[in-house]
Antibody, heavy 120, light 108 residues
Framework: EVQLVESGGGLVQPGGSLRLSCVGS????????MNWVRQAPGKGLEWVSY????????YYADSVKGRFTVSRDNDKNSLYLQMKDLRVEDTGTYYC?????????????WGEGTLVAVSS | DIQLTQSPSFLSASVGDRVTITCRAS??????LVWYQQKPGKAPKLLIY???TLQSGVPSRFSGSGSGTEFSLTISSLQPEDSATYYC???????????FGPGTKVDI
């Protein structure tokens, strides 16, 4: 069974940093592209970042570019999101999501999310 | 950046109704559009990819159509469990990103 489990969320002050992790199991982690998607409380989905299967290609939403860094460790079946200079508007649930088996097939599997709260 | 709009933003319908949600892209995205269903407190669920391909395990009452800038998601016979928010997402805008539409809440 495919599983994605996020961790690392919590309460942080504006300007602070946080590192999110996502561990995958039940599939060959290293052959799949991965993404981070977030959702502010009561709001819609916002794509945050993409990383290719071996980490050679990375994209970010303009709203986080220069502040967030995505990475992965395929030996540990893990995806990471290093977040710095956090803002109140970064508050929300952060999901990791795995691409489908076919190109441009959307995000077939999602974790349950980890909550990030940025507040003073 | 490619912007997605969805209409309506909210709809209320009855069990058995046929409902259609529209997603429009600000520029041509070919068929690089997917649809998700999200229920409160849960992660989104993939319904349709490549604009019209039904994801494995998704009931056949869901269907998608369109290409270019205009797309639609249709539920042929609404069921109580279809009460959710539906999002479209474009996967065409490399490297600017893969934006989501604002969502359509379906109430039954």
């Amino acid at each position: 069974e495919v599983q994605l489990v996020e961790s690392g969320g919590g309460l942080v002050q504006p300007g602070g940093s946080l590192r999110l992790s996502c561990v995958g199991s039940g599939f060959t982690f290293g052959i799949y592209e991965m993404n981070w998607v977030r959702q502010a409380p009561g709001k819609g989905l916002e794509w945050v970042s993409y990383i290719s299967s071996v980490g050679g290609t990375i994209y970010y939403a303009d709203s986080v570019k220069g502040r967030f860094t995505v990475s992965r460790d395929n030996d540990k079946n893990s995806l990471y999101l290093q977040m710095k200079d956090l803002r109140v508007e970064d508050t929300g649930t952060y999901y990791c999501a795995r691409d489908g088996s076919v190109a441009a097939a959307g995000y077939e599997y999602w974790g349950e999310g980890t909550l990030v709260a940025v507040s003073s | 950046d490619i912007q997605l709009t969805q209409s309506p933003s909210f709809l209320s319908a009855s069990v058995g109704d046929r409902v259609t949600i529209t997603c429009r892209a600000s520029q041509d995205i070919s068929k690089y559009l997917v649809w998700y269903q999200q229920k409160p407190g849960k992660a989104p669920k993939l319904l349709i990819y490549a604009a019209s391909t039904l994801q494995s395990g998704v009931p056949s009452r869901f269907s998608g159509s369109g290409s270019g800038t205009e797309f639609s998601l249709t539920i042929s016979s609404l069921q109580p469990e279809d009460s959710a928010t539906y999002y479209c997402q474009q996967l065409n805008s490399v490297p600017r990103g893969f934006s989501f539409g604002p969502g359509t809440k379906v109430d039954i």
